[in-house]
């Protein structure tokens, strides 16, 4: 089933997706439908989730690591190699993102994104897709040439508007073999499956549950395949994975 976030009237609340174009509210989140129904071009739409940190992980598709110039001779990493956005970053499917001034190389990186449903501390590999909410479209930008250039990657991953999330999120859909494409420009420029991340999402978020607690509405970013590029002023992108509907839109302004 497909949930929303949205403001209505200045409140903000979760929703239940009605066919293509209702939401009807919660009762309370994941909860039985209330008896209003609104149309959608009637609400705001917001980025499916409200977290308290951003959880990403770097590396994780062969292709993108030898593509990024990465060696890893005949080991692959062993274990998931970790950095956080954080909730600034959030922007809502169908916005326009300005071309920051400071950066010449305002990458874009196509993902699956798990948003955590409980909290999740020290829990199993086995057991952690329980944990999740849902599962949406997500694009990580990053500012490459800052990404290089600065001692952390505070502004090359963390500047406003530098994770456009949503726009709905599925919650019945098994990560282990859906495929993340993103187009900019109508061009496809990304397209690979789940199943070639080094590390899978429970065990990513087994992972992170071992060290830091994911609370609900958390967000862990599972990587981006090959095929990252640039974006100039006017580009349009789009990300879509697969079995969660409607695809996530942006516009470089």
């Known amino acids: 089933m497909k949930m929303l976030r949205f403001r209505k009237d200045g409140e903000t609340m979760w929703g239940w997706l009605m066919g293509e174009a209702h939401v009807t509210p919660m009762r309370k989140l994941g909860g039985e439908a209330a008896s209003e129904v609104y149309p959608l071009a009637d609400v705001e739409l917001l980025p499916p989730a409200d977290p308290s940190k951003i ?44 071309y920051p001034g400071w950066t010449s190389e305002l990458h874009y990186e ?99 549950s071992s060290f830091m607690t994911l609370e609900p509405g958390d967000v862990v970013l599972t990587g981006t395949p090959s095929g990252v590029g640039p974006l100039e002023p006017g580009d349009r992108v789009r990300v879509e994975v697969s079995g969660v509907g409607a695809p996530l839109e942006l516009t470089i302004g």
């Open 55 to 98: 959880v990403c992980v770097g590396r994780n598709y062969t292709d993108h690591i030898k593509e990024m110039g990465h060696s890893f001779g005949e080991e692959l990493p062993q274990e998931p190699g970790l950095f956080l956005k954080a909730p600034n970053t959030l922007l809502p499917s169908g916005a326009t993102l300005p």
């Open 110 to 208: 196509g993902e699956l994104a798990a948003v955590i449903g409980q909290t999740a501390r020290n829990v199993s590999e086995e057991e952690a897709l329980g944990y999740v909410l849902g599962y949406t479209n997500a694009l990580d930008i990053t500012a490459r040439d800052k990404q290089k250039s600065d001692l952390q990657w505070i502004r090359a991953k963390s500047a406003d508007g530098f994770l456009p999330l949503g726009p709905v999120l599925e919650t019945e859909l098994d990560p282990t073999n859906v495929y993340v494409r993103t187009w900019v420009n109508d061009e496809l420029r990304q397209e690979a499956s789940t199943s070639l991340m080094i590390f899978p999402v429970a065990r990513v978020i087994s992972y992170i």
